[in-house]
């Protein structure tokens, strides 16, 4: 398994960071911070996918103004979801399988003013709390989707990897 530092200077090497669109970082091993290389100078990135990396906080998380879709599944995050708010045209949120165990945690959100696609299933705030959704959509009327269902639990496919 790469370290992320080297899959990370295997997928920009050569490249103008302001010219990536996308990045795929999961499933590093986790040396230096994570921030020390994903900057505010990924003035075009749009995806971000930093799953199972091990992560556990979202301090000094860059302004990605134009991040689109942030995927950070099966992490250790337990807080810190307000340090996303540079990310203000953020449309969806993985943080499914992490630690969160404050549901209150979930009321930084707000803070996302574009967000509909929202994954948050399997993070002990969530586990045995079937009225979650429910409180979320509620909570946050701009949601279309929390982990995959709609506002009437019903089951929707909005993966848009197909669009690239």
Request: glycine share 6%.
């Amino acid at each position: 398994m790469p370290t992320f530092e080297e899959k990370f200077a295997l997928l920009t090497e050569g490249k103008d960071i302001s010219a990536i669109s996308s990045l795929n970082l999961d499933q590093c091993h986790f040396g230096k911070a994570w921030s020390e290389l994903i900057t505010d100078e990924f003035t075009s990135l749009k995806q971000l996918s930093i799953n199972s990396v091990g992560l556990s906080s979202l301090h000094g998380f860059p302004a990605l103004s134009t991040l689109e879709k942030l995927e950070m599944a099966d992490n250790r995050l337990n807080k810190g979801i307000d340090k996303l708010s540079g990310c203000v045209n953020l449309i969806s949120l993985n943080i499914a399988g992490n630690k969160i165990r404050d549901f209150q945690v979930f009321n930084a959100l707000a803070s996302l003013p574009k967000l509909t696609h929202l994954y948050v299933e399997k993070n002990p705030a969530v586990e045995g709390n079937s009225g979650y959704r429910d409180t979320l959509f509620e909570q946050f009327p701009s949601l279309q989707t929390i982990d995959g269902f709609d506002r009437n639990g019903n089951e929707v496919d909005d993966d848009d990897d197909d669009d690239d």
